[in-house]
């Protein structure tokens, strides 16, 4: 979690080891980056097996940053730096903890695309960026965005391309099987939004086709993987309300919504 303290500029990142340990331990000190580099801290992540910490810093904030991790045991900053150069974003942490996902640009851009993201690269901890090796996308657009989340058992994971050159910032998304990396597309590219989550053995879509204030449909793994786009609709649209977000804890689905909204 963040705690930024009296006096302090900057919310440094701190561990605490269960609900009822009070005992806060600083991660990382992200008033001491900014003090003497002007560096800030604008996202991170912790893997699942929480052995390491990935973070993005920037220069004063902009929208250049590098990817950095930490190894959270040992309070020891890694060598591994996704540098700023290639406008990287952080997308998941593989389950086992040994490396992560990330997009950036393509290599060899011309200075005015040198910020389109459009491939998704995978990096083992321990290595030097330039090792890293393209997952994915190396056939798109330059105006395409990629996003990327993987199940918690690690079996399976989920490819979004955002057409963001579009006006409706269509989407695609595919999924796909971890041990031999093969992949299908599961739904094809349409003037709407949808963005996919896994849970157990379904996967999940919150999409405003035909659906201004959102529905959120389902469809099991198994049969997306043979083929079988069976969507069935679990949270209709709803006239009085937008649905913004959702998640889920066990077998708790939880929403967001946005009510009165003019």
């Not at 004063?60 to 309070?75: A, M, T, Y």
């Not at 150069?85 to 290599?107: H, L």
């Not at 937008?242 to 967001?256: A, G, P, Q, R, W």
Request: aromatic share 10%.
């Amino acid at each position: 979690f963040r705690w930024r303290k009296k006096d302090e500029q900057m919310a440094s990142l701190y561990m605490q080891d269960g609900l009822k340990n009070l005992r806060h331990v600083k991660i990382l000190n992200c008033n001491a980056l900014f003090n003497k580099n002007g560096l800030v801290v604008t996202d991170w992540s912790v893997s699942k097996v929480s052995n390491f910490l990935a973070y993005s810093v920037s220069k004063s904030g902009n929208d250049k940053s590098s990817i950095r991790v930490i190894d959270i045991k040992n309070r020891k900053k890694m060598k591994d730096v996704i540098p700023d150069s290639v406008y990287p974003e952080f997308e998941c942490w593989i389950p086992d903890g040994t490396g992560f996902y990330y997009t950036r640009n393509n290599p060899g851009a011309s200075k005015k695309d040198l910020k389109m993201q459009n491939k998704l690269y995978r990096h083992n901890i321990g290595d030097v960026f330039e090792k890293d090796t393209c997952f994915f996308g190396k056939n798109l657009k330059k105006t395409d965005r990629i996003g990327m989340n993987i199940s918690d058992d690690g079996k399976h994971f989920l490819i979004t391309v955002f057409d963001m050159g579009h006006e409706k910032k269509a989407t695609e998304v595919y999924l796909g099987v971890s041990i031999n990396k093969k992949m299908t597309k599961i739904l094809n590219k349409e003037d709407y939004l949808r963005y996919p989550v896994m849970h157990r053995d379904q996967v999940y879509i919150l999409s405003n086709k035909n659906a201004p204030n959102w529905k959120i449909e389902k469809a099991s793994i198994k049969d997306l993987l043979a083929g079988k786009k069976d969507w069935k609709v679990i949270i209709k649209e709803s006239k009085k309300r937008i649905i913004e977000s959702f998640s889920f804890i066990k077998d708790k689905m939880f929403l967001v919504t946005m009510e009165n909204v003019s």
